[in-house]
């Protein structure tokens, strides 16, 4: 649905509450016919991974690039076609689960409806369906919201500082409520800038103490060099997985020596009080801390580790707000740019940023999505002091 004005607080609040009254989306989807993939980039190789692991066959993986990278050592398993190479009683009878989230679903679902597939779903809906095997959250359905949630949604959309953060929120809730994918004129899905909107830029400083909890492989850590130009005090990138650690080293020693110099690795999966928790390892960005993990991961509170950041960011696949429990104290003593990924449970519709609200006093607060899909939303939080010094 496209919506051609932004929304104030009183149009948010009337839309939110048109989201509430209509039937909410119907739920996961099981694997109940031979299951295809379409895309082959980062979120189809994630897709793979996972479904391999939680045993649940693909039959192959559709490209319009098949041709070009189906001879990449990832794929050299797997059965990787172009579009043309699947014949018409193939496209009829098989489950599609489209793993690309960087474009509206309608413009992806609808050329393939119409080129025959007749089972198009997004992938998450299909991943959620195995929640019982696996930790990723991005598919999870709001269902209906009750009174509590509208009342502290509507509080929550007051508080965005500028009414595109209020488009972005309805956005979100449109897609986990009822799986529509909703845009507004002036408020932009824009993937490249995650973590670093206009808003993040012009606040930087050439000392900031930036603190990555859920490094990954460094790719966050080489943007932010990268923006300040290798102007910064110091970097702690922190990243519980063997995998993405082992990768993160890589990343940061290929740095140039004074920027590694400056850059600390702590691998330890940060919470809301130390101890050891199953961990769910090798899922790639989706590994994380679960009841259904085969390892053990040792906690720690930020808060205990002695940081003091000008600036956090925060991608920990649905555990941001325990890990910002145990940050309290370091987030009101330091007062730094908070920047947290909200889109990875229900958490998100309004807790986690109810609780930033609520604990960040004179900040300023936006939200972002930078994919489609329901994924990408981002709660931006800057101290009201960097704002408006920023602004003269």
């Known amino acids: 649905m496209r919506h051609e004005a932004l929304p104030n607080r009183d149009h948010a609040r009337r839309l939110l509450h048109a989201i509430a009254a209509l039937p909410p989306a119907a739920g996961p989807r099981p694997a109940d016919k031979p299951l295809m993939l379409y895309g082959a980039g980062n979120l189809g190789r994630m897709a793979k991974v996972l479904l391999d692991r939680i045993g649940i066959p693909v039959e ?29 009683q193939r496209r009829g009878d098989c489950l599609l689960a489209v793993t690309i989230a960087t474009l509206p679903w309608n413009t992806v679902a609808d050329p393939l409806r119409d080129a025959g597939w007749r089972d198009v779903v997004p992938f998450y809906d299909v991943a959620e369906a195995y929640r019982d095997r696996h930790p990723l959250g991005n598919g999870w359905f709001a269902g209906r919201l009750d009174d509590g949630d509208l009342r502290e949604t509507a509080a929550v959309l007051d508080r965005w500082a500028d009414d595109a953060s209020r488009a972005h929120h309805l956005q979100f809730l449109a897609w986990h409520c009822l799986r529509e994918d909703w845009s507004f004129a002036g408020a932009p899905v824009i993937p490249d800038d995650r973590f670093f909107i206009p808003e993040i830029l012009r606040v930087l400083h050439d000392d900031e103490a930036f603190a990555d909890l859920g490094a990954h492989h460094g790719t966050t850590v080489q943007r932010f060099v990268e923006t300040v130009r290798g102007r910064f005090r110091t970097i702690w990138a922190i990243e519980p997985d063997a995998d993405n650690l082992a990768t993160l080293h890589r990343t940061v020693g290929a740095m140039a020596g ?3 110099e400056r850059i600390a690795i702590l691998p330890v999966a940060v919470a809301s009080e130390r101890r050891h928790a199953p961990f769910f390892a090798g899922l790639g960005y989706a590994s994380q801390c679960s009841a259904l993990g085969r390892s053990s991961q040792q906690t720690e509170t930020v808060d205990a580790l002695g940081l003091a950041p000008s600036f956090v960011k925060l991608h920990l696949e649905g555990a941001e707000l325990d890990a910002l429990n145990g940050a309290r104290a370091t987030l009101q003593r330091q007062r730094p740019i908070v920047v947290a990924t909200s889109y990875h449970d229900r958490a998100g519709i309004w807790e986690l940023p109810r609780w930033l609200m609520r604990t960040l006093g004179d900040y300023v607060f936006y939200l972002r999505t930078h994919s489609w899909c329901g994924t990408g939303a981002v709660v931006y939080c800057i101290p009201r002091e960097r704002s408006e010094h920023a602004s003269r």
């Open 60 to 88: 192959a993986v559709v490209d319009a690039n098949a041709r070009a990278i189906r001879a990449e050592p990832f794929w050299q398993h797997t059965p990787l076609l172009a579009p043309d190479e699947v014949g018409a």
């Open 258 to 260: 004074p920027v590694r």
